[in-house]
């Protein structure tokens, strides 16, 4: 026997219609934001559904090493009284690749799901803003139409960066963008010009071309930056002009405030 679910596919707003249908039984999909990085800052929402599902999945890597979400969440379960579902993304242009690396993982979720029982899949930030649930979810809903998809909002690391730096990101009806960092100085540029302020996400990659970009635009002074936000391991520099040839932490970020 089957039952409808009011769920909702991760790329619209809609439910899912009437004749897509789930088993009696089948387990909710939980993306849960866990925060920037310091472990007080997740809600209480994500802390009791961390308590309370069964399974909590997170991002691994290849070698078994902890998520920088699951360091956070283990202060506020008992992992031996979970079952904790590493997931391993993969990190390739390959689309053959990656289409069986993404099918591999939805379906480890999916086994647990078909159970029963709940999953939390737990994310920095916040599970709708670049994030990896996004396409989880997206994925969950093609193989396995029905599947119940819960987001929990989380505190996303622009909100950290703003509280580090004691800087406000907006005021009235100054505009902000939130861009991710690319090789592309021209899509750079038009952020720039077309915000008040611009949170440049994973900057590292490409420090030194944004702050070419920053000079050709007179707003170098104006650039600060943030690695692990709120974490233990977090830095500021407010002049992003210091960084200049030196390498960063991956969870990097650059607020620009003109």
């Not at 069986?100 to 979720?109: D, H, K, V």
């Not at 900057?203 to 002074?221: H, I, M, P």
Request: hydrophobic residues 40%.
């Amino acid at each position: 026997m089957q039952t409808a679910v009011a769920a909702y596919h991760a790329d619209d707003e809609y439910p899912l219609v009437e004749s897509e249908l789930a088993p009696i039984g089948t387990g909710t999909l939980y993306g849960v934001g866990v925060g920037p990085g310091d472990p007080e800052l997740i809600t209480l929402k994500a802390c009791r559904l961390l308590r309370d599902c069964p399974v909590i999945a997170y991002p691994a890597t290849k070698k078994g090493g902890k998520s920088y979400a699951h360091e956070i969440v283990e202060m506020h379960i008992k992992a031996d009284e979970k079952v904790m579902l590493g997931l391993v993304f993969p990190m390739t242009r390959d689309p053959g690749q990656l289409a069986s690396g993404w099918n591999r993982t939805a379906e480890l979720c999916w086994n647990e799901l078909k159970q029963g029982r709940d999953v939390a899949f737990v994310t920095e930030g916040d599970p709708n803003l670049y994030s990896t649930f996004i396409h989880l979810a997206r994925l969950m809903q093609e193989l396995h139409p029905g599947v119940p998809v819960v987001s929990i909002p989380g505190i996303s690391s622009v909100l950290g960066a703003a509280a580090a730096l004691g800087q406000p990101l907006a005021d009235g009806d100054q505009r902000v963008g939130i861009i991710p960092a690319t090789e592309d100085p021209e899509a750079l540029k038009e952020a720039l010009l077309h915000h008040d302020t611009v949170v440049f996400l994973k900057v590292a990659k490409v420090l030194d071309l944004l702050l070419d970009v920053l000079d050709e635009l007179g707003l170098s002074g104006k650039a600060s930056v943030v690695t692990k936000v709120t974490s233990p391991n977090e830095t500021v520099w407010r002049d992003a002009r210091e960084l200049r040839g030196r390498e960063l932490e991956y969870l990097s970020l650059m607020v620009v405030s003109k």
